[in-house]
């Protein structure tokens, strides 16, 4: 028998309405906190924050200490992952990513076959740690990348419009292109267990290129992958819950009528005013205000806020941005969205 939860977050992915709506944000460590820049600075590199457990426990409670967020999401990157099996990846100053590009099967035999999960010790120590230091009612999340997203990175070994070489490859090459996704599928899946195990209560995947992916491709490369990592987790670990975000209108739909995960974030080009009412109102759901309508405030943001509200009442929803919060983001702003969230 499971006892029913308490915390406001696990009570909505659970599917039941909490008002006023729990709130985080995606990203919400990260630049635009003063906090967050020094000690990233003390850290060194990116990965070295990622990988020393009280670098990266700090860096997870400094939105929680200042803004008292619903959820607490671990500090790490989607780019463990090929980093964990082998790939050159570098974090560089105002250029985001850099990965040695995987291209042929010959890069790839470089790589290991199943994820050597010792070499992600460092994250979970992290969650072990968060699991003692966040407040009671805080829900601990872990994540990780979609294999899409993933594999797109590792073909291109960098950020790329439209995600171009990775769609040319998945065209051109498919059976190196399902080998690739097939092993960040078993990667994945492995990773998000071990995550549940070191004190995960959820786990968001995030799919945050599914938007450029035609739909004879969508199946086969994003929607297939995500299912299998799901049923996955939830095979080994029945307790566990799946937040999906996918970029791009439709896809989500996709997701939710095929009934593959617990709550779907929606990104800020969808209306929760038209969505959420074609969703079962036991169905969770996350998002989405704009994250230029938090950068510029006032108004847009005001009525962003409000327009979210009055959509998500009454409903399982979890107050969020529609994609990660970008570093010139003001402070202040924050603490008025907060505010109006949990004030209404
Ligand atoms: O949300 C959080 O606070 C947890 C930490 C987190 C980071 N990255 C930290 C980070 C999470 C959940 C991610 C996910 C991630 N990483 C995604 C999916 C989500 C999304 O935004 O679409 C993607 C595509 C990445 C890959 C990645 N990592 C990029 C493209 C970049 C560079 C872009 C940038 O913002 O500079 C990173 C670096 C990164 N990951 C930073 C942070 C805080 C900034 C690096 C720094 O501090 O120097």
Redesign the pocket.
């Known amino acids: 028998m499971s006892e029913r939860p308490t915390k406001a977050i696990l009570r909505v992915l659970n599917g039941e309405p909490v008002w006023p709506l729990p709130i985080w ?7 635009y906190l003063p906090e ?1 820049r020094e000690t ?1 600075k003390q850290a060194g590199s ?1 990965l070295d ?1 990622c990988y020393t457990p009280r670098l990266a426990e700090e860096v ?1 409670l400094q ?1 929680i200490r200042r803004f008292g967020f619903d959820a607490s ?7 463990v992952i090929p980093h964990a099996l082998g790939q050159d990846v570098r ?1 560089v ?2 250029e ?2 850099k990965l040695d590009p995987v291209t042929s099967e010959k890069d790839f035999s470089r790589l290991a076959d199943e994820l050597p999960l010792e070499r992600l010790d460092p994250v979970f120590e992290t969650l072990d740690r968060l699991k003692q230091s966040l407040p009671q009612e805080t829900t601990l999340l872990g ?1 990780c ?1 979609a294999p899409w ?1 993933v594999a797109s ?1 590792m073909i291109a070994g960098k ?1 790329t419009p439209d995600q171009a070489p990775a769609r040319l490859t998945a065209y051109r090459d498919p059976a190196f292109m399902d080998t690739l996704i097939d092993r960040l599928v078993r990667a994945s899946t492995a990773y998000l267990i071990r995550q549940i195990d070191a004190g995960a209560e959820a786990v ?1 995947i ?1 799919e ?2 599914g938007s450029a992916l035609p739909p004879a491709l969508f199946d086969r490369l994003s929607l297939n992958p995500i299912r299998r990592m799901v049923e996955g987790l939830k095979a080994a670990r029945p307790q566990a819950k799946a937040i999906v ?1 996918v ?1 791009g209108g439709a896809n989500l739909h996709r997701f939710a009528s095929a009934g593959i995960g617990d709550a779907f974030a929606l990104d800020w080009t969808l209306d929760p005013a038209v969505v959420l009412p074609t969703l079962p109102n036991t169905v969770a759901t996350q998002g989405n205000l704009d994250p230029l309508a938090l950068i510029a405030g006032g108004a847009p943001m005001e009525q962003g806020i409000d327009h979210i509200l009055k959509s998500a009442r009454g409903r399982p929803h979890i107050f969020n941005l529609g ?2 919060i ?2 010139e983001t003001p402070i202040a702003h924050v603490e008025q969205m907060i505010a109006r969230v949990r004030e209404a």
């Open positions: 944000i995606m990203r919400q460590a990260g630049r967050y990233r990116f924050l997870t939105p999401i671990l500090f790490s990157d989607i780019l974090f100053e105002n985001g990513p994540f990348g997203t990175y950020g968001q995030f945050s290129f975000f970029r994609h990660g970008l570093p």
